[in-house]
C-alpha cells in the first residue's frame, strides 16, 4: 500500500520541471555545423521537430550531432528510435569519428554559447505548463523537495528564480555533485531516516529501472514523467510494470492521491 503523501519528494529537472528542447537542439546544430561544416548553416525549417521527437534516444551529449547526421542522410525516424545504438555506431565507424571528439565539440558549443550570454543561452528553456505552480504549492507543505539533476546547479538555480521559486527549501543537487541519482537518493534516505517516504519523477526510463534494481531502494515510489524525454514504447514499459507509476503532467499538477491512479 502506497503512502498518499511523500515525505522527500525527488525530482528530476530537464524533462520534468523544465523542457530544455529548443537549447539542445540549437547546441547540437552548432556543434554539427563544427563538425560537418555544411554549405547552409541555417537547419532545414523541419528539423528542430524531427530532431525533438528524436531526444529521447540520446543517452549521452555526443550523439546529438550524430541524430542530425542520421536525420539529415534520411534514416527514418522510426528507425533511428528502434535501433539507435547501432545506428549512432555505424556512423561514427563510417566517418571516422571519436566519440572523445563530439563531447568536446558539444561542451565547447555550449560552454562558448553560456560564455559570450548566459541570458540567451537561459532564455532556451521553458517550464512545462503547470509545474512552477505545483512547486510553489508543495514548497509551502511540510514535504522536503530535492531537484536531482545533471544540469549545473546554478543553472538551475537561476532558472527557478526567474520564475520566483523561493529556493529557501529547496535542496538542489546538480552535475557538480558528480554522483548517481541513486546514491544522492541512497544518502537523502540515510538523512530522512526509516520513515520517510520517498518518491522520484523522472523521464528516463532507464534510471528509474536503475534504481529499481538497488534493493536499499526498493521502497522509493518511481514515477515516469509521460511528457519528458521518453518514446512510446518506455511509456507502454512503464505502464506495464508495476513499480512504476507512469505520471501525465496533468496529475503531476494535482493533488498526490491522483498520481498513483
Ligand atoms: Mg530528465
Not at 51 to 60: A, C, I, K, N
Not at 66 to 82: D, F, K, M, N, Y
Not at 225 to 237: F, H, I, L, P
Request: proline share 4%; with cysteine.
Amino acid at each position: 500500500m502506497v503512502s498518499n503523501l511523500p515525505t522527500v519528494l525527488a525530482l528530476d529537472f530537464d524533462g520534468v520541471l523544465c523542457d530544455g528542447l529548443k537549447e539542445y537542439f540549437i547546441t547540437a546544430w552548432k556543434a554539427y555545423c563544427n563538425i560537418w561544416q555544411p554549405e547552409n548553416s541555417t537547419p532545414p525549417p523541419w528539423l528542430a521537430e524531427s530532431f525533438y521527437r528524436l531526444r529521447p534516444v540520446v543517452e549521452t551529449g555526443w550523439e546529438m550531432p550524430v541524430v542530425l547526421r542520421a536525420v539529415l542522410q534520411g534514416v527514418s525516424e522510426e528507425a533511428i528510435l528502434r535501433d539507435w545504438s547501432t545506428i549512432a555506431q555505424q556512423i561514427v565507424n563510417q566517418e571516422n569519428l571519436a566519440p572523445a571528439e563530439l563531447v568536446a565539440q558539444v561542451d565547447g558549443t555550449r560552454d562558448k554559447w553560456i560564455a559570450a550570454n548566459v541570458n540567451s543561452w537561459l532564455a532556451e528553456h521553458r517550464f512545462y505548463p503547470g509545474v512552477c505552480d505545483r512547486l510553489r504549492t508543495i514548497l509551502q507543505t511540510e514535504i522536503h523537495v530535492a531537484i536531482i539533476s545533471t544540469k549545473e546547479g546554478r543553472f538551475i538555480q537561476q532558472l527557478l528564480e526567474q520564475q520566483g521559486i523561493d529556493l529557501t527549501d529547496l535542496q538542489l543537487f546538480g552535475k557538480e555533485v558528480q554522483r548517481p541519482k541513486g546514491d544522492i537518493l541512497l544518502e537523502l534516505k540515510q538523512v530522512f531516516g526509516q520513515d520517510a517516504v520517498f518518491w522520484f519523477v523522472e523521464d528516463r526510463l532507464k534510471t528509474l529501472q536503475g534504481i529499481q534494481k538497488r534493493l536499499e531502494l526498493s521502497d522509493v515510489e518511481l514515477f515516469l514523467a509521460d511528457w519528458g524525454y521518453n518514446t512510446q514504447r518506455d511509456r507502454e514499459q512503464a505502464a506495464q510494470d508495476p513499480f512504476i507509476h507512469l505520471i501525465s503532467l496533468e496529475n503531476f499538477a494535482q493533488d498526490f492521491s491522483t498520481w498513483l491512479t
